[in-house]
């Protein structure tokens, strides 16, 4: 045998056999390996994804399903048409216009098999910690979120445009800049209570005379109310018979009531 002298600096170690130690064969992976079994949450969540993907009409809703004013796909749900909800991202609590507290939200989306609910309020953050906690004695996870009232004006003309409500979500840790956001929510929260006002002028040039102090006590301490409340009062008054009917008569987009 004839042998040449390398250059050490051009080899790689890993591509030369050591004649000492022979050639080993490379063991290939074994094809009777198992793979991993599915959990039954991880079934569960394919199977709900499959029935989003492939839905199959639900049974109608009764008329007076949740005071007329549930989407028709929440009062199908309501109605026990459809399967269980396992991820909720759109929930809000009595810190805007929710009827349950943080807490008894959490209790009721995991009362229902929720695994995963983002708590979206408007316009604040303010239940996510009550919420956070109550998650964890739960055992459901929570994703910070906030629906933040908007304009889109294309003309950027202040005042104008069409309402855009924007829904945020967050890691486990909330928003990076909280002080810059919470900011802008409070600007956003004290628009709500000018709105507000403005809407219950307009019922009342109306004859539909709605007290201030009705609506906040409907919202709640510290809460900035929305058209929600008001349309709460106007039931409690009995100028309507529900909240749909006041939201159609009074409070909608295109209502004589309706405010930015």
Not at 57 to 73: C, M, T, W
Not at 111 to 134: F, Q, W, Y
Not at 135 to 142: D, E, L
Not at 147 to 159: D, K, N, Q, T
Request: proline share 8%; glycine share 8%.
């Amino acid at each position: 045998l004839t042998f040449l002298p390398l250059d050490r600096s051009r080899l790689c170690h890993r591509n030369l056999p050591n004649p000492a130690m022979g050639t080993k064969k490379k063991t290939k992976p074994s094809r009777g390996r198992k793979k991993p079994r599915t959990s039954a949450d991880q079934a569960l969540a394919l199977d709900y994804v499959r029935a989003w993907a492939h839905p199959t009409p639900p049974p109608e809703p009764s008329a007076d399903a949740v005071d007329g004013f549930l989407p028709p796909h929440a009062a199908r749900m309501a109605c026990g048409g459809g399967a269980n909800v396992l991820f909720e991202l759109h929930s809000h609590s009595n810190h805007s216009d929710g009827f349950l507290s943080p807490s008894a939200l959490v209790e009721r989306a995991h009362r229902n098999g929720v695994k995963v609910l983002a708590l979206t309020d408007h316009d604040t953050m303010a239940g996510i910690p009550e919420a956070m906690s109550a998650a964890h004695k739960c055992g459901i996870r929570i994703i910070p979120g906030v629906e933040i009232s908007a304009l889109h004006s294309p003309r950027e003309i202040p005042g104008a445009g069409e309402p855009v409500h924007i829904l945020a979500y967050y890691g486990m840790c909330g928003p990076s800049r909280f002080d810059e956001l919470d900011n802008m929510l409070l600007n956003i929260r004290e628009g709500r209570y000018l709105r507000a006002k403005n809407m219950l002028a307009k019922l009342n040039s109306l004859k539909v005379p709605i007290k201030w102090e009705h609506v906040t006590k409907i919202a709640g301490e510290g809460v900035a109310p929305g058209r929600l409340h008001i349309a709460r009062a106007l039931v409690e008054a009995g100028y309507v018979d529900n909240v749909r009917q006041a939201f159609n008569k009074y409070l909608g987009n295109d209502g004589p009531a309706y405010a930015t």
